[in-house]
Each structure stands twice: as C-alpha cells, then as structure tokens.
C-alpha cells in the first residue's frame, strides 16, 4: 500500500473548492491519500471528505505530547482523534527548528500511538550534515531517540525521510543517494524492531519529480509541501506512484 501525504501547512485553503479540484476515481485503490490540514479545518474536512471524498483520510500536523490537563495552547492526540484525525505529523523539521526536542519526539510518537493515531515521523539531515557526509549517522540517532525505544507499534509508524536541504528548495534528492538513505532506514528498522514500516520521500516533490522519485526501491509514497496546495497537481503526483 502506498501514502501520498498533503502538509497544508499554515496556509489557508478552500476546501470545497480544492476538494471539487481533486479527482480521486483516477486514483488508485492502492494509494492512501492523506491530508494534513490547519488544525481549525480538520472537523470540517473529515465531514465534508466523509460524504463526497471517503478515500483520503485526515491527519494533524502536530499534536501535544500530553493527553490532557494544565497546558495551555496545547492540542492533544484524544482531542484530534474526536474531531476526525487518523494521523499526525511528528518531528518535522520545522517544529524541530522551533524547539522540539528527542526526547518530546519520542513521548509525542508514543502519545500518538497511545490516542489510536498513526504518527508520521520526520527525520533528516541538514545540508552541513550531508556535505559532510553525516547523513547515516544523522539517521541513525533520529530512529534511535524518536522511535527505537517504544514497544506498542501495533497500529505502525510512517517514517518520513525529509533531507532539510531539500524542503522548499525546489530541488528534490538525487535517486542514488534517496535508494541509499531508503535501504539504511529499512534495515535500520528490521535490525531494531523485527518488522517493516511504512517510508515515505518529502522534499519539493512535484509531479515532474515524482515520476523519477517514484522508481525508487523502498520509498513507499510521498509526503507533498506546496505542491499539495494544487488538488490537480496533488492528483498527477499520486499517478506516478501507480
């Protein structure tokens, strides 16, 4: 099964007009769709794809690592579940650039679990990190702090490999270095937790790169920035994971 992803970001969107711009019968059934709206929109959206879009389904693009109590602005995985979410973004970049540490990375992917959401957890390396040629070892201490240490992934993990460099750059990955980064978190994964998890690529995913993206072993869809914001280019994306 594959995962085309839609990080809205802080953007507004009219959903009624993006939702009669996207096609879904020209999409296979072997491809889940998922959007990750505002978190204002996320009722609004899973009622409105509840009756006219019933394949895509919605997630958060953050969540708290509390489940409820005294923190203030916080949204919690129970209340995201309420109103529709079936995933949540965890660990992007940008939320990790604002302060988010391992540690609150790990307890979020676990509070997610706990609250019957699928987390989709970012990981990546920094243009310092892979001029250097950190990358591996970059990998390797993400999945290590944000992931290896729970035990309840009953309801699985989507990993998002999301190289830094490569978000909003307009300049996607090379496939060879995308193959290798792929086959190192596969492994990783078996190696530390005895069973396969979902890998999806992010990082100006368009629908020109995507069909080249797309023929690499291991990537098992895409998590789509700002093209996601164009329900027909959305669409063509996702014909190039069929």
């Keep these: 099964m594959k995962h085309l992803v839609a990080n809205w970001k802080m953007n507004f969107v009219n959903l009624d007009v993006w939702l009669k711009d996207f096609d879904l019968n020209n999409i296979s059934e072997e491809i889940k769709v998922v959007i990750c709206p505002n978190y204002l929109d996320i009722k609004d959206l899973y009622k409105k794809t509840s009756e006219t879009h019933k394949k895509i389904l919605i997630s958060a693009q953050n969540l708290s690592s ?143 790169s995507a069909k080249n993206l797309a023929k690499v072993d291991g990537i098992d869809g895409f998590l789509v920035g700002n093209a996601s914001l164009d329900p027909k280019e959305f669409a063509n994306i996702a014909q190039s994971l069929e």
């Excluded at 939320?95 to 990546?124: F, H, M, W, Y």
Aim: glycine share 10%; with cysteine.
């Design 66 to 208: 509390e489940t409820e109590g005294a923190f203030t602005g916080q949204i919690s995985g129970k209340m995201l579940r309420n109103i529709g979410a079936s995933y949540s973004i965890v660990g992007h970049s940008e939320s990790r650039l604002q302060g988010e540490d391992d540690e609150t990375i790990l307890n979020k992917v676990q509070t997610a679990l706990d609250c019957d959401l699928i987390p989709i957890l970012c990981i990546g390396e920094n243009q310092d990190e892979y001029s250097k040629g950190r990358t591996e070892k970059k990998i390797k201490h993400q999945l290590t702090e944000n992931l290896f240490p729970l035990k309840n992934l009953s309801n699985g993990v989507l990993i998002a490999y999301e190289p830094i460099y490569a978000i909003g750059s307009g300049i996607a990955v090379q496939n060879e270095h995308l193959e290798e980064v792929s086959i190192l978190i596969k492994d990783l994964i078996r190696d530390n937790l005895g069973r396969d998890l979902t890998l999806v690529y992010g990082g100006s995913v368009t629908s020109e």
